[in-house]
């Protein structure tokens, strides 16, 4: 191989990279554009959401659980040995609300909802459907993209507080029937330190992930390309982007609420 094809080899996987971030970017734009266009696919919408909602309401439940008590398992562990017994309500509420509630129902909806929505729109492009509508003068992105981005933000949102209530609820019978805590002390510690921030920053996050999620794989399946086999690695593909984004974007969203918001007992 010449020094020039070792060359192309070695940084064609870069630059197909780069270049694939830009085409990604420029999507979520096209997508903020058609956003307040018309006509509105309100059915669309209503079904994207009835959906994502009914594949993501039971798993997110049956997660949240054991994530509200390995929270308070280790919380309460932590806590106890350095004589703050007291403050375990808070920090396991606190915890859930802030971390656990956002990333378990981006999770979900990005293995549940997004994995379907990257397949659903794979096989409408290995079956030349989008480029029918294009010829037709039909948009894809305002008709096919904007109905699920939204469906997923306001699906996500929703699911964060069913899944805070009860990854909350779990925590707090785990620290009580197993630990032997106090019931006041839980509450009254939560009472103390949180506020309505913390609950906000919670949906914010929520809203971020679920939009994420529902870009990524919805520019993956209008992106796949070699039948059946491409699909399927779009899909595989979109999973693993979407948890890459969202802890990415978790930590900067963080690190901006804690220089913005101060906190209690600061």
């Not at 929505?117 to 079956?127: E, V």
């Not at 909350?168 to 029937?177: D, I, P, R, S």
Request: proline share 5%.
């Amino acid at each position: 191989m010449s020094e020039r094809g070792e060359r192309v080899v070695r940084f064609g996987a870069p630059l197909a990279a780069v270049r694939r971030s830009g085409d990604f970017f420029g999507f979520c734009l096209d997508t903020l554009r058609a956003l307040p266009r018309r006509p509105v696919q309100v059915r669309e919408f209503v079904q994207q959401a009835w959906f994502i909602s009914s594949v993501s309401i039971l798993p997110a439940a049956l997660v949240s659980i054991p994530f509200g008590a390995v929270i308070a398992l280790q919380l309460g562990s932590l806590v106890r040995q350095l004589g703050a017994q007291s403050f375990t309500g808070a920090a396991s509420v606190l915890a859930v609300v802030r971390e656990a509630g956002p990333i378990v129902t981006a999770l979900v909806i990005a293995g549940a909802g997004g994995s379907a929505i990257c397949a659903d729109l794979g096989s409408r492009k290995i079956r030349e459907e989008l480029d029918a509508m294009r010829v037709l003068g039909i948009d894809p992105i305002q008709r096919l993209v904007v109905p699920r981005v939204l469906a997923a933000m306001l699906v996500a949102v929703l699911l964060n507080g069913l899944v805070s209530v009860v990854g909350v609820t779990g925590g707090y019978l785990f620290n009580v029937v197993m630990q032997g805590g106090t019931p006041g002390a839980y509450l009254a510690s939560f009472q103390a330190l949180g506020q309505l921030p913390d609950l906000l920053v919670g949906e914010v996050k929520a809203l971020l992930f679920g939009a994420t999620a529902a870009l990524v794989a919805s520019y993956q399946g209008m992106n796949a390309r070699g039948g059946p086999k491409g699909v399927g690695d779009a899909v595989n593909q979109s999973v693993v982007f979407t948890f890459m984004l969202l802890f990415a974007l978790n930590f900067l969203v963080t690190a901006v609420y804690f220089q913005v918001v101060p906190q209690k007992g600061s």
